[in-house]
């Protein structure tokens, strides 16, 4: 019977092995990008991403900002307008009302729109401020940090829970909150973004929900879910 220092030391060291794996197969792809945004507008970018394809989140993004130029602009605006500008981004309703809370809070907290403090904070403290806004989870702020100030986290969303659940790094009927703290634990700072990126391209191009391509995969060998189809 395997212990848990036995366990956490196995996966970690199948947690390196594939994310050399899928840097790999998948660069440049999932390089991060080399262009960031300041931090408000990547929350914005942040918020309009859930549920959704990556294509229609850009698409909803730039649609606002052709819209809203500013911040300002766009937390002045009327809700009904946020909703319109958003829509092919998917749940506008939900979302326009979110970002129109979000960005009032922060006027309310801090007088102003800028966000640009959070990168002198430490990364539990910079979670904190982003969770305590209305509507901002921990992978939500985890992928601002992320993006914005390339902090060493790792974002857990569906394509990195269900990818990490696969290959053994984690326990079935993980949640995302666990996952994320788990998958931190087994990977180094400076390769948690290339593990998430990694994790997501797998998720998105292979190991998809439903019919994952087993024979394509590059870490179907390390894979408890392939291997287990072996046997």
């Known amino acids: ?4 220092e036995e366990t956490f030391e196995r996966r970690r060291k199948k947690a390196r ?12 792809a999932i390089a ?10 990547e929350l914005i970018h942040a918020v309009l991403s859930q549920n959704t394809s990556r294509r229609n989140y850009n698409l909803a993004y730039a649609r606002l900002m052709d819209a809203f130029p500013t911040v ?11 909703e319109v500008a958003i829509r092919p981004g998917g749940l506008s309703r939900q979302k326009s009302s979110a970002l129109k809370t979000i960005l009032a809070r922060i006027r309310e907290d801090r007088g102003d729109y800028d ?9 539990p403290e910079a979670r ?35 990818t990490s659940t696969r290959i053994g790094l984690v326990d079935d009927r993980t949640s995302a909150v666990a996952a994320q703290q788990e998958l931190e634990r087994l990977v180094p700072p400076a ?24 024979e394509i995969c590059p870490v179907n060998m390390l894979c408890d879910f392939y291997q287990q189809g072996l046997r």
């Open 1 to 4: 019977m395997e212990t848990a």
């Open 17 to 28: 092995e594939v994310e050399k794996r899928l840097v790999k197969a998948f660069s440049p």
């Open 32 to 41: 991060p990008p080399g262009e960031r945004r300041d931090i408000i507008h």
């Open 72 to 82: 300002k602009v766009l937390a002045a605006a009327p809700v009904r307008a946020i």
């Open 115 to 123: 966000l640009e403090f959070i990168r002198a904070m430490k990364v």
């Open 128 to 162: 904190e401020y982003l969770t305590s806004l209305p509507g901002v989870g921990p992978k939500t702020a985890s992928v601002v940090l992320m993006f914005a100030d390339a902090r060493g986290v790792l974002p857990v969303d569906t394509h990195v829970l269900r």
């Open 191 to 214: 390769r948690r973004p290339p593990m998430h990126l990694g994790l997501v391209q797998l998720g998105r191009e292979i190991c998809g929900a439903r019919g994952p391509h087993h």
